[in-house]
Each structure stands twice: as C-alpha cells, then as structure tokens.
C-alpha cells in the first residue's frame, strides 16, 4: 500500500497557540488527501478534502478558518489548528488515494494533539 | 444519523477460529466498501475493499461479503489469530469519501 507520514506525532501546546501537522506522501504524488479527526472511543470523521493547487473543501460543521489547509505540493498537505482550545484536543489523520486504486484511501499514522 | 453502523462494539474469538464483523449501511449511494484496521494513537490500515457491484472478495485469510438488499456487509477472518487484536472499521465510499462506523474492537485470544 501507499506510504504516508505525518509530523509530529504528538504534540502538547497551551490555549490560543496555533499548531501545524504535516502530511506527506512517501511514494507517489498525490493530488488528493483527506484530514479526520477520531475523539477517543469515537469513529474517524473527515473534516476536509484537501486538493494541490486549489482551496480545501470542508465538511458541515468543520470551521474552515480555525483549521487552515493548504496543500502547495503532490507529496505535501498541513493542517495548521489556530488558536488551539481544549476542545480541539483529538487525534488527527491523513490519508491520500493511492495512484491506480482510486477507490482505497491509505492513512498516515496520526497525530495526537492535547491543548492544555 | 449514522450512516454506517457497528452494531457490536466488542466480539472475542478464540485463537483459530472465524472471526466475523459486521457493518450496516443506510446510503444505497454507497460505491465501495472499506475494512480498515487500527491499534491506538496509529493511523487505520487498509485490510480489504469491495465494489457495490460484487458479492464477496478475498485476500489470504480476510473475506468481505456485501448483502446490497440487506445494506449489510460483513469482515470473515479465519483463522483468527492473536495479531489480529485490534479495532476494525468499515468504511463505505460515497463521492469518494469515506464515512466510517463505530468501530468493533476484536480480541483473539489463545
């Protein structure tokens, strides 16, 4: 399967701080990734699409000026958190659709954020 | 509303034996359908897919069967080992996105 990475892996900052993950495509270009977010004992939800070249799309409810995407590259995409509350707290996941499976999306390994 | 559902948070199996995972749906929009594995604080891991169009698909010891007109579809795993503990997660595929169940953790034990 595809190889995706994502940095950090976990990070704690404080109320009001912006934080920013990264989440890179290892093996192939990937004009297509996704962000979700997983609460503890929740299922995964999908917060945005996000397309190189172009602005991210956000799903129903998902602030789109609270959570900046922005995806410059093929092999690139980051999730920047503004003005990180406690609520915001979660873990969150990429995934990108692998060349020629169009129809299986390959996760990174997560990152956990705790805002304090 | 929960358009795919787990019904069964947990399921337990002893080592060797079929372990089986269901997932309802609600959308008939759905276009394929996904079992994710996942341990946690990792990221899902991609086990087997199906197309709304098929019945049943295999890889090595994971089998996905798909009931349209049931809106069920459900994970085989035999024979089951202990690696095998995890949480898994059906996915279904609408626009190409992927909404996720609840999840159902299952433990293989000795």
């Known amino acids: 399967g595809a190889v995706v990475s994502q940095h950090p892996s976990w990070v704690i900052c404080k109320s009001g701080t912006s934080v920013k993950i990264e989440c890179r495509s290892l093996?192939?270009?990937?004009?297509?990734m996704f962000w979700y977010r997983q609460f503890p004992k929740q299922s995964l939800m999908l917060m945005a699409t996000s397309n190189e070249g172009s602005k991210a799309t956000y799903e129903q409810g998902v602030e789109k000026d609270k959570f900046l995407i922005n995806h410059a590259s093929l092999t690139l995409s980051t999730l920047t958190v503004t003005s990180a509350h406690p609520e915001d707290s979660s873990f969150y996941i990429c995934?990108?659709?692998?060349?020629?499976?169009?129809?299986?999306?390959?996760f990174g390994p997560g990152t956990r954020l705790l805002v304090l | 509303d929960q358009q795919v559902k787990q019904n069964s948070p947990s399921l337990s199996v002893q080592e060797g034996r079929i372990s089986i995972l269901n997932c309802d749906y609600t959308n008939s929009m759905f276009d394929y359908f996904l079992w994710y594995k996942k341990y946690p604080a990792e990221g899902p891991t991609f086990l087997i897919s199906i197309s709304s169009i098929k019945d049943k698909n295999e890889d090595g010891r994971f089998t996905v069967f798909l009931n349209k007109s049931a809106k069920h579809l459900s994970l085989h795993i035999v024979p089951s080992q202990p690696g095998d503990s995890a949480v898994y997660f059906c996915?279904?595929?609408?626009?190409?996105?992927?909404?996720f169940g609840t999840g159902t953790r299952l433990q293989v034990f000795p």
């Open positions: 093996d192939f270009q990937a004009t297509t």
């Open positions: 995934s990108e659709v692998a060349a020629g499976r169009q129809e299986t999306q390959y």
């Open positions: 996915a279904a595929r609408f626009l190409g996105k992927l909404i």
